[in-house]
């Protein structure tokens, strides 16, 4: 089977640090992928991991350890705006079989 | 703007009633999906066309029938829906359907769908 684990609400303070963690088992692994979905809004691609270790973009950035099955999406500076939904997404091996999502983690940015 | 267009946004309907939803993609990708967002569910994958030929379809009732006439478009026909698919259907798109490569797919913003 295919599971994505992902905390369904946080919520943390504007200027701060906030980490998002996304557990998985699937049929194989060809990427790791997080997308973030603002109420009403598409959801935009964020980061992608294929390879263990550390991606850096900007504010943001993601974590792999293909070992454990894990990954981390990492806020830092936190700004009102990044209250939004964050998708945790895994391509597994078997043909065209495109994405497994997790359930979405809800963050809420207070003042 | 993410390249990938929904109309309409919002649709209410009646469980006799026959509509469409549809999606344009202006970014020149050869692979279109759509998927279900139910509230407190993953994303559930329905179907994904490859060069306008279905190449998934997973386990989707026959009330939806999706058609894809060309590699920029992509319909979703309803019919005797029932309320328990009211949900966001979001078409997305990327450069292709295989699972070697980065392929990113780009979402649309999603159609609101209440069926009474």
């Known amino acids: 089977g295919q599971n994505i684990d992902q905390p369904t609400e946080m919520t943390a303070t504007e200027g701060a640090i906030v980490q998002i963690n996304c557990t998985y088992q699937?049929?194989?692994?060809?990427?790791l992928f997080w997308y973030q979905q603002h109420a009403g809004e598409a959801p935009t691609f964020l980061s992608y991991n294929v390879l263990d270790g550390l991606e850096e973009k900007g504010r943001f950035s993601s974590f792999l350890s293909r070992s454990k099955g894990y990954s981390y999406l990492l806020l830092k500076e936190l700004q009102m705006k990044d209250s939004a939904s964050y998708l945790c997404a895994v391509r597994g091996n078997s043909g065209n079989t495109p994405l497994v999502f997790g359930k979405g983690t809800r963050l809420s940015v207070i003042a | 703007e993410t390249g990938v267009t929904q109309t309409p946004r919002h649709l209410v309907m009646g469980m006799t009633n026959k509509k469409s939803l549809k999606c344009e993609q202006h970014?020149?990708?050869?692979?279109m999906y759509w998927y279900k967002q139910s509230a407190k569910k993953p994303l559930e994958l329905m179907f994904v066309?490859?060069?306008?030929?279905?190449?998934e379809n997973n386990s989707v009732p026959s009330r939806f029938s999706p058609e894809c006439p060309n590699s920029s478009h992509l319909f979703l026909h309803l019919h005797t829906l029932q309320p328990e698919d009211s949900a966001l259907y979001l078409c997305?798109?990327?450069?292709?359907?295989?699972?070697?490569?980065?392929?990113?797919?780009?979402f649309g913003a999603g159609t609101r769908l209440s069926v009474l």
């Open positions: 997305a798109s990327s450069q292709d359907s295989g699972s070697g490569a980065k392929n990113i797919q780009y």
């Open positions: 970014l020149g990708h050869n692979a």
């Open positions: 699937t049929s194989g692994f060809n990427g």
């Open positions: 066309y490859s060069l306008e030929e279905r190449v």
